[in-house]
T-cell receptor, first 112, second 113 residues
Framework: DAKTTQPPSMDCAEGRAANLPCNHS???????VYWYRQIHSQGPQYIIH???NNETNEMASLIITEDRKSSTLILPHATLRDTAVYYC?????????????FGKGTTLSVSS | DSGVTQTPKHLITATGQRVTLRCSPR?????VYWYQQSLDQGLQFLIQ???????AKGNILERFSAQQFPDLHSELNLSSLELGDSALYFC????????????FGPGTRLTVL
């Protein structure tokens, strides 16, 4: 079972920031928080990951609470192309990689 | 474009048949993963190979098998197909030098009639 809890759906106006929450209260010390998204039936797309510090890349920002029990993915200026299912996943990192265990995710609908 | 390729894009077959799905990982990636996405089960991890060796198994049926070849491409074999095997099958790859973020292919849509 997925170790995360996300709201099933969210709406956002185009051009506004989309803030997607995720609860992971049972996260272990060696587990990272990852975000992926899936646009329609395309392959899932990696967005960002973090351990305990806030992270930012060209796609999004990730804010992790100090106790690491929850996080928020921020899309600063959502566009229609950001409409997708967003998955928050916690997992350890290692050189060989580990499987992604997907939950139901959050369906983000961006409208004009 | 993730750099991961999958063939074929679509596959239609009958119950009881056997099919092979193919995946070519990103250049240099040693790990290959297979996932199944059906309407009622969501995205599920099936199996992982790392540098030719099976590394982890998920909810993979005994009728399904996979392998990773010396050139690192992978094949997923599905046999004795049932209607419930109709799904999207995704391959992903990751590489140690890039971190372990997984990059997914476009998927193979399997329809069993």
């Amino acid at each position: 079972d997925a170790k995360t809890t996300q709201p099933p759906s969210m709406d956002c106006a185009e051009g506004r920031a989309a803030n997607l929450p995720c609860n992971h209260s049972t996260i272990s010390g060696n587990e990272y928080v990852y975000w992926y998204r899936q646009i329609h039936s395309q392959g899932p797309q990696y967005i960002i990951h973090g351990l305990k510090n806030n992270e930012t890349n060209e796609m999004a920002s990730l804010i992790i609470t100090e106790d690491r029990k929850s996080s928020t993915l921020i899309l600063p200026h959502a566009t229609l192309r950001d409409t997708a299912v967003y998955y928050c996943i916690v997992r350890p990192r290692n050189q060989a990689g580990t499987a992604l265990i997907f939950g139901k995710g959050t369906t983000l609908s961006v409208s004009s | 474009d993730s750099g991961v390729t999958q063939t074929p894009k679509h596959l239609i077959t009958a119950t009881g048949q056997r099919v092979t799905l193919r995946c070519s990982p990103r250049s240099g990636d040693l790990s290959v993963y297979w996932y199944q996405q059906s309407l009622d089960q969501g995205l599920q991890f099936l199996i992982q190979y790392y540098n030719g060796e099976e590394r982890a198994k998920g909810n993979i049926l005994e009728r399904f098998s996979a392998q990773q070849f010396p050139d690192l491409h992978s094949e997923l074999n599905l046999s004795s197909l049932e209607l419930g095997d109709s799904a999207l099958y995704f391959c992903a790859s990751s590489g140690a030098l890039r971190g372990d973020e997984q990059f997914f292919g476009p998927g193979t849509r399997l329809t069993v009639l």
